[in-house]
């Protein structure tokens, strides 16, 4: 079992571990841009649309196939053979329950059936891989991207009693959870909410209600289960979390996404981070844009021993022709399902063996190869430097330039006050 000592993550015995590895998305959350799915909007429209056309039985059916085949326990082995020792696994709620009020899925136990997850953790056990239970979508919806469940429909942070409603069901749900994952060593952390938007702009009313909706949660994660680390999101600076010494919130560690430009971006921002409180930095997402690099992120985040996972392990025929070294395991031929159109027959084709890794149909990319290197540690420390060097450069050309703006401007202005003052 894992724990926090300071800033560093520790076994029972006090070996630090670094986490190093891969998210699961479109697991258990389509995204269109990379999953088999043609429907842009997210989850949400993709049950409602298969419950409408087939009914809540066979729509489930159509989805538990779809899961059963985009990731099996074999790709568990199969990330871990590539040197990684973290997966970080996003959830919907409406997989464990069947409507906005909290209804269970049960198993022939009568309990909530956590039987996909529980597959997945038990491959991960058998693998030395750690899982990190990732809560990604929830009702009402924590920000307007199609990821949390439905793009363009905010309401989770609402001052409504509808939307305390669902906080307070969210609340319920980590703690049936976390009773569940209880004592379990290869459950790394509770991921309370991932990307909470609720302190974007015009939107700061919003950040006392997340706070406190974590603080519920926290709790009711501890009545449950005293022993696993709770991991809370900056969206997407440290700014946007409190003092975890405000709420008493203890063997926590505080999470950043990074999707920054620059080298220099990512490397202010961990390094912010780690001077802020005295708790775990873990960068739970990221992808250099722009001018960033890999080499130099990966690098910087294991010089500062930050444990960090990539977006994303699995993918294909992707929408956005940026995709560029996203993916792991890639196919870029394979049908996406269409929803309104397809008949079951067709969309239980697509979601077939046919997803499976082992299929023969996704190839492991350049990019998996470039960075299983850095899941042992490695440091580029050239990259680091020639990098470090060119944004000091651009830094300090661009801080010369202004400073030659700024002399221009003043020389103007004296000799214009010089004029004044002879005509005086």
Same mark, same amino acid.
């Given at each position: 079992?894992?724990?926090?000592?300071?800033?560093?993550?520790?076994?029972?015995?006090?070996?630090?571990?670094?986490?190093?590895?891969?998210?699961?998305?479109?697991?258990?959350?389509?995204?269109?841009?990379?999953?088999?799915?043609?429907?842009?909007?997210?989850?949400?429209?993709?049950?409602?649309?298969?419950?409408?056309?087939?009914?809540?039985?066979?729509?489930?059916?159509?989805?538990?196939?779809?899961?059963?085949?985009?990731?099996?326990?074999?790709?568990?082995?199969?990330?871990?053979?590539?040197?990684?020792?973290?997966?970080?696994?996003?959830?919907?709620?409406?997989?464990?329950?069947?409507?906005?009020?909290?209804?269970?899925?049960?198993?022939?136990?009568?309990?909530?059936?956590?039987?996909?997850?529980?597959?997945?953790?038990?491959?991960?056990?058998?693998?030395?891989?750690?899982?990190?239970?990732?809560?990604?979508?929830?009702?009402?919806?924590?920000?307007?991207?199609?990821?949390?469940?439905?793009?363009?429909?905010?309401?989770?942070?609402?001052?409504?009693?509808?939307?305390?409603?669902?906080?307070?069901?969210?609340?319920?749900?980590?703690?049936?959870?976390?009773?569940?994952?209880?004592?379990?060593?290869?459950?790394?952390? %509770? &991921?309370?909410?991932?990307?909470?938007?609720? *302190?974007? /702009?015009?939107?700061? +009313?919003? $950040?006392?209600?997340?706070?406190? #909706?974590?603080?519920?949660?926290?709790?009711?994660?501890?009545?449950?289960?005293?022993?696993?680390?709770?991991?809370?999101?900056?969206?997407?600076?440290?700014?946007?979390?409190?003092?975890?010494?405000?709420?008493?919130?203890?063997?926590?560690?505080?999470?950043?996404?990074? %999707? &920054?430009?620059?080298?220099?971006?990512?490397? *202010?921002? /961990?390094?912010?981070? +780690?001077? $802020?409180?005295?708790?775990?930095? #873990?960068?739970?997402?990221?992808?250099?844009?722009?001018?960033?690099?890999?080499?130099?992120?990966?690098?910087?985040?294991?010089?500062?021993?930050?444990?960090?996972?990539?977006?994303?392990?699995?993918?294909?025929?992707?929408?956005?022709?940026?995709?560029?070294?996203?993916?792991?395991?890639?196919?870029?031929?394979?049908?996406?399902?269409? /929803?309104?159109?397809?008949?079951?027959?067709?969309?239980?084709?697509?979601?077939?063996?046919?997803?499976?890794?082992?299929?023969?149909?996704?190839?492991?990319?350049?990019?998996?190869?470039?960075?299983?290197?850095?899941?042992?540690?490695?440091?580029?420390?050239?990259?680091?430097?020639?990098?470090?060097?060119?944004?000091?450069?651009?830094?300090?050309?661009?801080?010369?330039?202004?400073?030659?703006?700024?002399?221009?401007?003043?020389?103007?202005?004296?000799?214009?006050?010089?004029?004044?003052?002879?005509?005086?």
């Amino acid at each position: 079992m894992l724990h926090t000592e300071g800033k560093r993550i520790v076994t029972a015995s006090g070996e630090e571990i670094i986490l190093r590895g891969v998210n699961l998305g479109g697991w258990m959350m389509f995204e269109e841009w990379f999953t088999p799915v043609t429907v842009e909007s997210g989850c949400a429209e993709v049950l409602d649309t298969l419950v409408s056309r087939f009914g809540s039985e066979r729509a489930m059916e159509l989805l538990r196939q779809y899961m059963s085949n985009f990731l099996t326990t074999g790709d568990i082995a199969d990330i871990a053979s590539m040197g990684f020792n973290c997966v970080r696994i996003p959830i919907w709620y409406r997989l464990f329950q069947s409507d906005d009020k909290g209804t269970w899925y049960l198993n022939d136990s009568g309990e909530p059936d956590f039987s996909l997850l529980d597959e997945i953790v038990d491959a991960c056990a058998e693998n030395g891989v750690y899982a990190i239970i990732d809560l990604h979508g929830v009702p009402g919806y924590q920000n307007n991207c199609d990821h949390c469940g439905k793009a363009d429909s905010q309401s989770f942070f609402n001052l409504t009693s509808k939307a305390s409603g669902y906080r307070e069901l969210m609340v319920e749900f980590w703690r049936v959870l976390a009773e569940h994952y209880a004592g379990n060593p290869a459950v790394a952390a %509770y &991921d309370i909410l991932n990307e909470p938007l609720a *302190d974007v /702009v015009g939107r700061a +009313l919003y $950040t006392p209600t997340a706070w406190s #909706f974590f603080d519920s949660a926290y709790k009711a994660v501890r009545s449950a289960d005293a022993d696993h680390i709770v991991t809370f999101e900056a969206t997407w600076r440290y700014s946007s979390l409190p003092d975890p010494n405000t709420y008493g919130w203890e063997n926590v560690m505080y999470q950043l996404h990074l %999707y &920054d430009t620059t080298d220099r971006a990512f490397e *202010d921002a /961990v390094v912010s981070s +780690l001077g $802020t409180y005295d708790i775990p930095c #873990f960068v739970g997402e990221f992808y250099p844009r722009t001018n960033a690099t890999f080499d130099f992120v990966l690098s910087m985040f294991n010089y500062y021993s930050v444990s960090w996972c990539l977006w994303t392990y699995k993918g294909m025929n992707p929408t956005w022709s940026g995709h560029g070294n996203f993916f792991c395991r890639f196919n870029n031929t394979l049908p996406k399902a269409d /929803v309104y159109n397809d008949s079951f027959e067709e969309i239980s084709e697509k979601w077939g063996e046919c997803l499976r890794s082992d299929s023969g149909n996704f190839e492991r990319t350049g990019f998996s190869w470039f960075v299983e290197k850095y899941a042992d540690g490695f440091i580029d420390f050239p990259a680091l430097t020639e990098n470090e060097s060119a944004a000091r450069t651009k830094y300090y050309k661009n801080a010369l330039s202004l400073l030659e703006l700024l002399y221009n401007i003043c020389s103007d202005c004296l000799a214009k006050v010089s004029n004044v003052l002879k005509f005086a």
